[in-house]
C-alpha cells in the first residue's frame, strides 16, 4: 500500500508547470508557514533540537538554545558532541561512532553547563519516511529536552510536607495503637486484684497475668520508641563510609537470631569497596530492619543473600530471601505508618527505612511473590548529586 502524497509533494511535483509569478506566491507562502512554525516552536517550554545525519544542529528553538548554552549566531551547523557533550553522549553520539544512531531514548540527567541543572531528554530518530533516499546511518534525530531543575529543587518541600502528613497518621495510628495492651494490662491487674483479695494459695492465674503485664507494657514501650524515632528523625551525619562494613556489623547483630533459625547469609560484592557518603548508626538501622524482615519471613532452614555492586550513578545492595513473601495488596502498603502483616509487628519500620533511605537521596524498592521470597533494593548515590543541585538553596554539604 503507497502512503498517500502530502500538499507540499503533490506542489513540489507541478514545479516545472509553474510560472514566475505563482512560484513566487508558493515561496511566500511556505517561507509563512515556516514562520508561523518557529513562532509556535519558540513558546513551547521544552527545548527542541534537530540534529542532522552527522550529529550537527539543524534547528534549535529559543528554550533548546538556552538549555545547552547556544547563542543565536551558533544556532545551526554546530556539533552537538561540542555544544552539548553530556546530551550528546545520554543519546549514544561520541562513543566511538560517528553521526547519530536510529534509536530512542528517554532519560533523566543532570548537565553542569551552562548552569546545573536536571533534564529529562526525549530522543526519536526522524522518520525513514521522510528521507527515503537518505542512507539508513544519515537520518537525523529530533530532540526534545524537558528542564526538571524546578522538581528537583522543591524536593526537600515535598519531603518536609510528607513528613507533617506521616507525623499526623503517625499520632492517630499510636491512640488506636497504645489502646489494646492498655486495655489488655487493665484486664489483668483486675484479675490481679480479685486473686490477690482472696488470698488463694494458687497463685498461677496471678503470675500469668503479671506475665502478661510486663509483655504489654513492654510493647507499649516499642510503640513508643519507634514513634519517636519517626517524629524526631537525626540528621544525618555524613561521613564516606564501606557498605560492607556497615552490613557485617549488622548481621552480627542479628547472630543469634540467624542461628536459632538455622539461617545461613552469604555475601557478594560486585566492587572490593562499595564507598558511599553516610551515617553509618542510621544505614545500620536499615539494614538492621530489613534483614529482621527476612528473618521473620523464613519459616525452615534458608539462606539471606546480600548482593552489592555499581550502577551508573548508584551503589546498589540486594538483600534476597526465599521466605513466605509479600502479596500484591500488602506490597503497595509496606510503606505506610503502622500497616504490618507480622502479628509482633509494629508497622514502622520500613517506613523509616524508607524516610532514612530519603534523606540519604536514595531510595528502595521491594520485589516480592508470595511463596517465593522478596527482593529489597537499596540504591545510593555515587557522587551526592542531590547536594550539589541543592547547595544553592543553602542545603548542607555532603563531604
Avoid: W
Wanted: aromatic share 4%; with cysteine.
Amino acid at each position: 500500500m503507497k502512503a498517500g502524497k502530502s500538499p507540499l509533494d503533490k506542489v513540489l511535483g507541478r514545479l516545472d508547470d509553474l510560472d514566475e509569478v505563482n512560484l513566487g506566491i508558493l515561496v511566500q507562502r511556505l517561507a509563512r508557514e515556516r514562520k508561523l512554525l518557529e513562532i509556535v516552536f519558540d513558546v513551547i517550554r521544552d527545548g527542541i533540537l534537530v540534529l542532522d545525519g552527522k550529529g550537527d544542529i539543524s534547528y534549535a528553538n529559543i528554550q533548546g538554545k538556552k538549555i545547552i548554552g547556544l547563542k543565536d549566531n551558533q544556532a545551526t551547523q554546530v556539533s552537538l558532541l561540542r555544544a552539548a557533550p553530556e546530551i550528546a553522549r545520554a543519546i549514544g553520539i561520541g562513543h566511538g561512532k560517528e553521526g547519530t544512531q536510529a534509536e530512542v531514548i528517554v532519560r533523566e540527567m543532570e548537565i553542569s553547563y551552562p548552569e546545573l541543572r536536571y533534564i529529562r531528554v526525549y530522543a526519536v530518530p526522524i522518520e525513514e519516511v521522510f528521507a527515503k533516499q537518505v542512507e539508513k546511518e544519515e537520518i537525523g534525530i529530533a530532540i526534545i529536552i524537558t528542564d526538571i531543575t524546578e522538581d528537583k529543587v522543591s524536593l526537600e518541600e515535598r519531603i518536609e510536607s510528607e513528613r507533617v502528613a506521616s507525623i499526623m497518621d503517625l499520632a492517630a495510628g499510636v491512640a488506636h495503637e497504645l489502646g489494646n495492651p492498655l486495655n489488655s494490662i487493665h484486664i489483668h491487674l483486675q484479675v490481679l486484684r480479685r486473686n490477690l483479695d482472696l488470698e488463694r494459695k494458687d497463685q498461677e492465674k496471678s503470675k500469668k497475668s503479671l506475665v502478661t503485664c510486663i509483655n504489654e507494657v513492654e510493647r507499649l514501650d516499642g510503640i513508643i520508641a519507634h514513634f519517636l524515632k519517626a517524629i524526631r528523625p537525626q540528621t544525618p551525619d555524613f561521613k564516606k563510609i564501606n557498605l560492607l562494613t556497615t552490613i557485617e556489623e549488622t548481621v552480627r547483630l542479628k547472630k543469634e537470631e540467624l542461628s536459632a533459625k538455622g539461617i545461613n547469609i552469604t555475601m557478594e560484592a560486585g566492587v572490593r569497596e562499595p564507598l558511599v557518603n553516610g551515617d553509618s548508626e542510621q544505614l545500620k538501622q536499615v539494614f538492621f530492619n530489613i534483614i529482621g524482615n527476612a528473618i521473620e519471613a523464613i519459616t525452615t532452614k534458608s539462606e539471606i543473600k546480600i548482593l552489592s555492586g555499581l550502577e551508573d550513578r548508584f551503589v546498589f545492595v540486594k538483600i534476597i530471601d526465599h521466605g513466605s513473601g509479600i502479596s500484591k495488596d500488602d506490597l503497595s502498603k509496606v510503606f505506610e505508618p503502622y500497616y504490618t502483616t507480622k502479628k509482633s509487628g509494629n508497622g514502622i519500620g520500613m517506613m523509616i527505612v524508607h524516610r532514612i533511605m530519603r534523606d540519604h537521596g536514595g531510595d528502595v524498592g521491594i520485589d516480592s511473590k508470595v511463596g517465593a521470597g522478596t527482593i529489597v533494593t537499596l540504591r545510593f548515590p555515587r557522587n551526592s548529586e542531590r547536594s550539589k543541585l541543592l547547595e544553592s538553596n543553602s542545603a548542607a554539604d555532603i563531604k
